[in-house]
């Protein structure tokens, strides 16, 4: 038989039960009716909603919102009054000091806004939004020295750096200081820097941050490099171009794939093509393949071959690399080309163009057309730069035939490649 005192514990301890789901119940209600109101956001709802649950931040940011964006009668007052609870029971939430601060400049009140942007960056510290807008307020009230600081935070936001390196082109004309300054100096910011930099074609500008960008990361170095170098091959900038290649054959350890004297690198197909920077570029298309060849080579171990597979009439231009130079020079290329089998009356040769020069110094040169099969063949040409030729492209090249068995059959082979100086 149960005592009186166990069944008054076991009462209490049910009662409290009830009480507490009562409790849990009422504030899931709470929950349940604030984000009905959420999701139906009537002018009358959210008036509601903020007296039903006045500790709720995203109630009150979408009555201040009701008020701020109102189409017919905004009521800035409220709308601030609204902006502010909200802030104030949830300060991490960038979009309400965002609007805040928009009400503000709307009304022509700049120092609240300014207020309002400081209080969302002290909420959140080194944000790169917040650091963005607080930036861009004080650039357009012309505090430039406060704004600097800023940016170079928000560069830190992957979405917003293209705007930043933008934005600080346009404050500043020095690239040193835009480097030191505005540009945060981690691998990856000062990587998309670099990048921004080619693309914007202000390849000058970034060989001071090619060069502190990886240092004790050579592969990085070595990739970026690569980019960077082409980059100024293709703008005509022949000497900036050597000497940046010049440093990646060192970082990679394969400066012997250019002797001394010699202007190509590995001509000899010797070494594995990497397919980037200034050696040999294999361009993959329809109809053909290119590889290594270790079974067949005029001399040493290795050629490349090209073998098309008689199914396109193809343009082809899949093996070139560009070559820096100097201007007015004379120079010498040769190399061996072999073919097995090559159909179509339009084979395979060789060219050498000039590239970005005026039309009137531009140049291309060809060998003679191969086809059918033949051994080894030496080719040879010789040029002359013009006074602003500083960069070359040499091809293996062969053009569509008009004849009507036009797709090309069959196997060529090049080796042993060669660019000199020539003396006179």
Same mark, same amino acid.
Not at 115 to 137: D, G, K, M, Y
Not at 267 to 296: C, H, M, S, V
Not at 337 to 363: M, Q
């Given at each position: 038989?149960?005592?009186?005192?166990?069944?008054?514990? /076991?009462?209490?301890?049910?009662?409290?039960?009830?009480?507490?789901?009562?409790?849990?119940?009422?504030?899931?209600?709470?929950?349940?009716?604030?984000?009905?109101?959420?999701?139906?956001?009537?002018?009358?709802?959210?008036?509601?909603?903020?007296?039903? $649950? *006045?500790?709720?931040?995203?109630?009150?940011?979408?009555?201040?919102?009701?008020?701020?964006?109102?189409?017919?009668?905004?009521?800035?007052?409220?709308?601030?009054?609204?902006?502010? #609870?909200?802030? *104030?029971?949830?300060?991490?939430?960038?979009?309400?000091?965002?609007?805040?601060?928009?009400?503000?400049?709307?009304?022509?009140?700049?120092?609240?806004?300014?207020?309002?942007?400081?209080?969302?960056?002290?909420?959140?510290?080194?944000?790169?939004?917040?650091?963005?807008?607080?930036?861009?307020? %004080?650039?357009? *009230?012309?505090?430039?020295?406060?704004?600097?600081?800023?940016?170079?935070?928000?560069?830190?936001?992957?979405?917003?750096?293209?705007?930043?390196?933008?934005? !600080?082109?346009?404050?500043?004309? $020095?690239?040193?200081?835009? /480097?030191? @300054?505005?540009?945060?100096?981690? #691998?990856?910011?000062?990587?998309?820097?670099?990048?921004? +930099?080619?693309?914007?074609? #202000?390849?000058? !500008?970034?060989?001071?941050?090619?060069?502190?960008?990886?240092?004790?990361?050579?592969?990085?170095?070595? &990739?970026?490099?690569?980019?960077?170098? @082409? !980059?100024?091959?293709?703008?005509?900038?022949?000497? @900036?171009?050597?000497?940046?290649?010049?440093?990646?054959?060192?970082?990679?350890?394969?400066?012997?794939?250019?002797?001394?004297?010699?202007?190509?690198?590995?001509?000899?197909?010797?070494?594995?093509?990497?397919?980037?920077?200034?050696?040999?570029?294999?361009?993959?298309?329809?109809?053909?393949?290119?590889?290594? $060849? @270790?079974?067949?080579?005029?001399?040493?171990?290795?050629? %490349?071959?090209?073998?098309?597979?008689?199914?396109?009439?193809?343009?082809?231009?899949?093996?070139?690399?560009?070559?820096?130079?100097?201007?007015?020079? #004379?120079? &010498?290329?040769?190399?061996?080309?072999?073919?097995?089998?090559?159909?179509?009356?339009?084979? +395979?040769?060789?060219?050498?163009?000039?590239?970005?020069?005026?039309?009137?110094?531009?140049?291309?040169?060809?060998?003679?057309?191969?086809?059918?099969?033949?051994?080894?063949?030496?080719?040879?040409?010789?040029?002359?730069?013009?006074?602003?030729?500083?960069?070359? +492209?040499?091809?293996? &090249?062969?053009?569509?035939?008009?004849?009507?068995?036009?797709?090309? /059959?069959?196997?060529?082979?090049?080796?042993?490649?060669?660019?000199?100086?020539?003396?006179?």
């Amino acid at each position: 038989m149960l005592s009186w005192g166990k069944v008054s514990v /076991q009462l209490l301890f049910r009662m409290g039960l009830l009480a507490g789901g009562f409790v849990y119940l009422g504030y899931f209600s709470v929950i349940l009716v604030g984000q009905w109101l959420l999701d139906h956001p009537t002018r009358e709802n959210l008036d509601r909603g903020i007296r039903w $649950d *006045s500790r709720n931040p995203a109630l009150w940011s979408a009555y201040a919102r009701q008020w701020h964006f109102l189409p017919d009668s905004p009521d800035a007052p409220r709308a601030v009054e609204g902006y502010h #609870r909200a802030g *104030s029971l949830n300060p991490l939430d960038p979009n309400t000091w965002k609007d805040l601060a928009s009400v503000h400049m709307e009304r022509g009140e700049r120092e609240e806004a300014e207020v309002a942007l400081r209080t969302e960056l002290a909420s959140i510290p080194h944000s790169p939004q917040a650091s963005w807008r607080l930036a861009n307020f %004080l650039l357009v *009230s012309g505090r430039t020295a406060e704004a600097l600081p800023l940016l170079r935070t928000a560069a830190n936001e992957l979405s917003l750096r293209v705007a930043v390196f933008d934005l !600080a082109w346009k404050l500043e004309d $020095d690239p040193e200081v835009i /480097q030191r @300054e505005l540009v945060p100096a981690t #691998r990856e910011v000062r990587a998309d820097y670099l990048q921004f +930099l080619l693309r914007r074609g #202000r390849l000058a !500008a970034a060989y001071p941050v090619w060069q502190e960008i990886a240092a004790g990361d050579t592969g990085l170095k070595v &990739r970026l490099g690569n980019i960077y170098v @082409e !980059a100024l091959a293709g703008a005509g900038m022949g000497a @900036e171009a050597g000497r940046v290649w010049d440093e990646i054959l060192a970082l990679t350890g394969r400066t012997s794939l250019k002797p001394p004297g010699e202007l190509l690198t590995n001509g000899d197909f010797e070494a594995d093509i990497p397919n980037a920077g200034l050696g040999w570029r294999l361009t993959k298309g329809a109809g053909y393949q290119i590889a290594l $060849d @270790e079974f067949t080579f005029q001399n040493g171990t290795r050629s %490349l071959r090209v073998s098309f597979d008689g199914t396109v009439n193809v343009n082809f231009a899949g093996v070139w690399g560009t070559v820096p130079v100097e201007p007015n020079r #004379r120079y &010498r290329f040769e190399g061996y080309l072999r073919t097995d089998s090559i159909t179509t009356d339009n084979g +395979l040769f060789f060219t050498i163009s000039s590239v970005g020069v005026p039309g009137g110094e531009a140049f291309s040169h060809s060998t003679a057309n191969h086809v059918e099969t033949m051994g080894w063949v030496r080719e040879q040409l010789d040029f002359q730069t013009g006074p602003r030729t500083t960069v070359v +492209l040499i091809q293996l &090249r062969r053009s569509p035939s008009p004849k009507l068995n036009n797709l090309i /059959q069959g196997k060529v082979w090049i080796d042993n490649l060669s660019l000199q100086t020539r003396v006179p």
